[in-house]
């Protein structure tokens, strides 16, 4: 099992306070739920049963007018998504697993759903640790459509890792990676 820790470089949070650090660009770091920073060994070429990869993609309010958290509440669980581990929402796979998740881009990147209806935002990131529980592919898929859904849904325009539109191009060169990505792992 694997587990996703998106504490930032800097911060001295316990592991089970994640956060995802947007200004840096730096994505959430994967290590075996029995480890801690200190026990992990040096880096080595990973083969290929342990390759990883993070897709991340933004939905940002447009021009100066932030969502509501309610609008925003209702347009996450509107595209199937639940609010659970991490303090972030989550699509999940029938078998339970997480096919990919929604975080604030404020920081922590956490949500907190008691106060969440007083609050304004102006984006989320949604992001997938690929391999999951499905083909990576059809992970890549399902992430763009709830991308391009809670879009429609809330007014919002869909950006890339940078905050850059996502045209059609960099979907397809998005896509493309993923299926690089795909092919490069072993047959089951």
Not at 128 to 142: C, Q, R, S, Y
Request: proline share 8%; net charge neutral; glycine share 6%.
């Amino acid at each position: 099992m694997v587990h996703v820790d998106l504490a930032p470089a800097r911060s001295s949070a316990p592991e089970s306070s994640p956060a995802i650090t947007r200004a840096t660009g730096r994505v959430p770091t994967l290590l075996p739920e029995s480890s801690d920073r200190s026990s992990v060994a040096p880096a080595h070429t990973p083969n290929a049963s342990e390759q990883q990869k993070i897709i991340t993609v933004r939905v940002c309010a447009a021009a100066e007018a932030p969502w509501s958290g309610a609008t925003l509440l209702s347009a996450l669980e509107l595209h199937g998504l639940a609010y659970g581990r991490y303090q972030v929402f989550h699509r999940r796979h029938v078998d339970g697993r997480s096919l990919f998740c929604v975080a604030s881009l404020i920081e922590p990147g956490t949500f907190d759903v008691t106060r969440m209806s007083s609050q304004e935002f102006r984006g989320v990131t949604l992001f997938a640790v690929l391999p999951g529980p499905v083909e990576p592919l059809l992970t890549i898929d399902e992430l763009l459509g709830a991308a391009r859904g809670l879009a429609q849904e809330l007014a919002g325009m869909v950006q890339d890792s940078k905050g850059l539109p996502l045209s059609p191009q960099r979907a397809a060169a998005l896509r493309d990676d993923v299926a690089r990505f795909q092919a490069s792992l072993p047959r089951a």
